[in-house]
C-alpha cells in the first residue's frame, strides 16, 4: 500500500480524475482503489483520526476533492449517528452591512478540508430564536451549533445546555463559565471611545446601542456607565432607536435629537451602518465631522474611512471570531474531554 500510495502522490490531479469511470458517483471506494488504502484507513483519514498520518490524511483529501467526492449524509448517520455538519444559526436580515457575512465566510473556511460541513439556519425576528436551535436539537440535523446576538440569561443557552448538544457562541451570557463562546469587550471598546472623545475636547455625547436585551449591548452601557463622571462626559442613550433599524430610520432619528440638542458633539455607534447614518444626519445639520463633531465606532471590515476619512473607527476582528468558534465546536465533537474554547478579545487603543 505505501508503494502504491507514495507513487499515487506524485501523480498529477488530471491523471487521479482519470481514474474514475464514466458516469462513476465518487465513494470512498473509489477513493480506495485509486489510493491503494483499504476502505476503512479513507473513511479514517477523512474522519481526521488521529491514528492515521499526516501524509496519509492529506492524500486521502488530495483525491476527494479532485475526484468531487461528496460524503453520502445519510450513511455517515447510520454509520456513525453524526451528520458531520456545523450549523450557524443568524438573523435573516435585508442589510449587507452586518457582520454576519465575515462570520459565515471565515467559519466556511476554517470547516474547509475537514470532514465537517456548513449549513446556514436564517431566523426572523417575528419568530422566537428558540425555534431553530430546537429544530436542529429534535432532528439532529446537526452535530453542533453556532450563533450570536446573546442575551444575559440566553433561553436558546439554557436549552442546549440542558440537552448537552455541542455549541458555541459569538457574545457572552450570564453563564458563559459554562460553554463555549468568542466576544469582544464592548465595555472596554466604549471606555476607549469616550477617553479619545475627551481627549479631542469632547463632552456630550450621543450612544447609538443595539438593543438593549443583548449582553453585548448591556456591556456597551456599562462602559458608559463606569467612565462617564470621571471624565467629566454626559452621555445619553438613543430610546427610541437601535443599531439594529435600518440606516434610515437612524438618520432620522439622529437629524431630530441633534435639532432638540445641539450641544451633542460626538456620536457614538456600534456597526457601520448606525456610523453612515449618523455621519448623514450630522451634515445635513450643518455639523462638520472631526471639527465640531465626532462620530466613533467600530467595524469588521475596513471600509468606513473611504466613506469619511474623519470617522474615528476600531476594527473588531469578526473574521477570527468565526474561525475561533469553528474550533470551539469541532473539539466538542471530537474531543469532548477536552476544556471548552473560551475567549474574549479587550481590544487596545488602537483607533483610527
Known amino acids: 500500500m505505501k508503494r502504491i500510495a507514495s507513487e499515487v502522490a506524485k501523480t498529477s490531479d488530471e491523471e487521479i480524475r482519470s481514474q474514475v469511470k464514466a458516469g462513476e458517483r465518487p465513494t470512498l471506494k473509489t477513493i480506495s482503489r485509486i489510493s491503494g488504502m483499504a476502505v476503512a484507513t479513507v473513511s479514517r483519514a477523512l474522519s481526521d483520526a488521529p491514528d492515521i498520518g499526516s501524509d496519509t490524511k492529506d492524500l486521502v483529501h488530495r483525491i476527494a476533492n479532485t475526484i468531487g467526492y461528496v460524503p453520502n449524509r445519510a450513511g455517515v448517520r447510520l454509520r456513525t449517528g453524526r451528520t458531520n455538519v456545523i450549523t450557524l444559526v443568524i438573523p435573516a436580515e435585508a442589510d449587507v452591512m452586518t457582520n454576519a457575512a465575515r462570520l459565515t465566510s471565515s467559519i466556511a ?4 478540508g475537514t470532514q465537517f460541513h456548513l449549513n446556514i439556519l436564517p431566523w426572523f425576528p417575528d419568530e422566537d430564536p428558540l425555534k431553530p436551535i430546537k429544530y436542529i436539537v429534535e432532528t439532529r440535523s446537526a452535530d453542533a451549533v453556532i450563533f450570536n446576538m446573546t442575551e444575559p440569561e440566553d433561553r ?5 445546555m440542558e440537552h ?21 469587550d464592548n465595555t472596554s471598546f466604549i471606555s476607549g471611545a469616550l477617553k479619545r472623545l475627551t481627549e479631542r475636547g469632547r463632552s456630550n455625547v450621543l450612544a447609538i446601542l443595539p438593543n438593549l436585551k443583548q449582553f453585548y449591548a448591556q456591556d456597551m452601557v456599562r462602559g458608559l456607565e463606569r467612565n462617564s463622571e470621571r471624565l467629566n462626559i454626559r452621555y445619553r442613550i438613543a430610546q427610541n432607536v ?5 440606516a434610515e430610520d437612524i438618520r432620522h432619528w439622529v437629524t431630530r435629537r441633534l435639532e432638540q440638542s445641539p450641544e451633542i458633539d460626538a456620536i457614538i455607534c456600534s ?47 469578526v473574521g477570527e471570531a468565526g474561525r475561533f468558534l469553528a474550533k470551539a465546536v469541532t473539539r466538542q465533537l471530537k474531543h469532548p474531554e477536552q476544556k471548552l474554547m473560551q475567549y474574549l478579545f479587550v481590544p487596545n487603543d488602537q483607533a483610527s
Open 109 to 112: 473556511g476554517e470547516l474547509r
Open 271 to 317: 456597526s457601520s451602518k448606525g456610523a453612515i447614518a449618523a455621519v448623514v444626519a450630522a451634515e445635513e445639520k450643518g455639523r462638520v465631522l472631526g471639527s465640531d463633531i465626532d462620530v466613533y465606532t467600530k467595524e469588521a471590515a475596513p471600509i468606513l474611512k473611504t466613506f469619511r476619512e474623519n470617522i474615528i473607527v476600531e476594527i473588531e476582528d
Open 164 to 184: 448537552k448538544f455541542p455549541f458555541a457562541t459569538h457574545g457572552r451570557t450570564n453563564w458563559c463559565d459554562q460553554h463555549a463562546y468568542y466576544d469582544y
Open 242 to 246: 437601535d443599531s439594529d433599524r435600518t
Open 156 to 160: 436558546r443557552v439554557a436549552y442546549l
